[in-house]
């Protein structure tokens, strides 16, 4: 059975980090990018990050380049997403997802249930 379990969210002030955790199993680990997406009641689910699978490749979209870094553990099939100074308007249910491919409009294969992060000022 695939399975993606977020975790790591919660609340933080504006200026803050938190650190997402994705922890994957039950499909080849390796075969597969993993992206982070967020959504917020309202508005469309924003892709914000993905790494590829084996060459370390990264994308970030414009809204968190320079704050957020996504990593990638192969050995323990974790993917992380380090987010430091954080906004009010990074306040959303962030998920991972799996694909061959990355999609940053949400074409993934499979989908976490999601981790809620909460910024307050």
């Known amino acids: 059975e695939v399975q993606l379990v977020e975790s790591g969210g919660g609340f933080v002030q504006a200026g803050g980090s938190l650190r997402l955790s994705c922890a ?13 997406f967020r959504q917020t009641p309202g508005k469309e689910r924003e892709g914000i990050s ?5 060459y370390g490749s990264t994308w970030y979209a414009d809204s968190v380049k320079g ?4 990593s990638k553990d192969n050995v323990k099939n974790m993917v992380y997403l380090q987010m430091n ?6 306040t959303a249910v962030y998920y991972c997802a799996a694909a061959p491919l990355c999609d940053p409009e949400g074409f993934m ?3 976490g249930k999601g981790t809620l992060v909460t910024v307050s000022a």
């Open 24 to 36: 994957a199993s039950g499909f080849t680990f390796d075969d597969y990018t993993i992206g982070w």
């Open 85 to 90: 100074s954080l906004k009010l308007e990074d």
């Open 67 to 70: 704050r957020f870094t996504i």
């Open 109 to 111: 294969d499979y989908w």
């Open 50 to 54: 993905c790494t590829s699978s084996s």
